[in-house]
């Protein structure tokens, strides 16, 4: 019995990879270019000159993640001193100093509405955060409980709902209120890093240890797309600014521009003298550029048309762990081991 049910199996893998080449071939027959001959005869971009405009010190120990608010002012950084520190760019001050339950944090996030932060990371858990108290102290709201492997990135949709991604190879939609999951994607074979929401808030983006990312429907539930190129762990991954592209970065040194409408790779973005892997990843406003940081403590700035390197920031001392554009493009964020925030412009 067992022998038979293991022939089967081995028969239904073998016509799925039949199949998975099928639609390689067919969209290979598709690509009639690339995105670098089709973007030839645009100008190429000048030399990006951006230097250090604000540093932002406070915490004690590296910081793994940083996300700007919606206000273009502020922003949320976690480290594991144990402390979410919510900072004002511009002034450098620090508006809310929040003492963490769990020290081993790898990931936060602000609400669009300004409201609440959040953050995760060994602990299993998301931990919300009201930051507009009547006591002016921030507190937790919710503590949000059905991974089984640590929180590697958060995601506020609403007030109300936020996704999470994990170890446990699982994606999570919540209700905050509630306390509750709503909604699980499983598809992903290893550890889900990252994620990104899109523009129109109805699909996101993972990008695992599996070396894939994969494009879900939140009203559906269901993984839509899945895209494969990488040789190693996707640890970023970002969607394009109009929502029909993302960005992700890989351990295996490369970038890579995948494509929802053509189902692509359409780009990659690498260099002979990088050999160290990516962290995190952000476009420009305009999706022009590519900011991408690495374990070898640089931030490298890439042309997304034409593939090329247009600037390396040097300023932190240690791996560059995080990164983020505020959302009205004018200012790029640096986090890193050296426990630095850098704002770039």
Not at 6 to 30: C, F, G, H, I, M
Not at 92 to 119: D, E, Q
Request: charged fraction near 25%; hydrophobic fraction near 40%; glycine fraction near 6%.
């Amino acid at each position: 019995m067992s022998s038979d049910l293991n022939d089967r199996v081995l028969a239904a893998r073998r016509e799925a990879e039949q199949l998975r080449d099928r639609l390689k071939q067919t969209r290979e027959k598709l690509a009639d270019t690339t995105l670098r001959d089709a973007a030839s005869s645009v100008s190429t971009l000048p030399k990006v000159a951006m230097k250090v405009r604000r540093t932002l010190k406070g915490h004690l120990a590296k910081i793994y993640a940083m996300h700007w608010a919606a206000d273009e002012r502020h922003l949320v950084s976690a480290s594991q001193d144990g402390k979410l520190i919510v900072w004002d760019a511009f002034s450098t001050n620090k508006t809310h100093a929040i003492p963490l339950r769990s020290s081993w944090v790898m990931t936060c996030a602000y609400a669009p509405s300004g409201n609440f932060v959040a953050c995760g990371g060994l602990d299993n858990l998301c931990s919300i955060y009201n930051l507009k108290t009547k006591e002016g102290a921030a507190k937790v709201a919710r503590e949000l409980s059905a991974h089984t492997g640590y929180l590697s990135c958060c995601r506020f949709i609403s007030d109300r709902q936020i996704l999470t991604s994990s170890g446990d190879m699982s994606c999570m939609l919540w209700d905050i209120d509630a306390g509750v999951k709503i909604m699980e994607f499983n598809d992903h074979t290893g550890d889900v890093m990252s994620l990104s929401l899109s523009p129109n808030k109805s699909i996101f983006v993972s990008g695992a240890c599996d070396a894939t990312a994969k494009v879900w429907d939140i009203r559906s539930g269901r993984c839509v797309q899945s895209f494969r190129g990488h040789e190693s762990d996707i640890n970023a991954v970002q969607f394009f600014p109009n929502g029909d592209a993302f960005g992700t970065g890989s351990d295996d040194a490369s970038c890579r521009l995948f494509d929802l409408r053509a189902d692509r790779e359409l780009n990659q973005y690498t260099h002979d003298n990088i050999l160290c892997g990516i962290t995190s990843v952000a476009f420009s406003s305009s999706g022009r550029l590519l900011f991408a940081g690495y374990d070898d403590f640089n931030c490298n700035v890439w042309d997304v048309l034409k593939g090329t390197r247009v600037a390396t920031l040097s300023g932190h001392d240690n791996r560059v762990s995080c990164l983020g554009v505020s959302s009205d493009g004018m200012a790029l964020a640096t986090g890193s081991w050296d426990s630095l925030l850098k704002v770039w412009a």
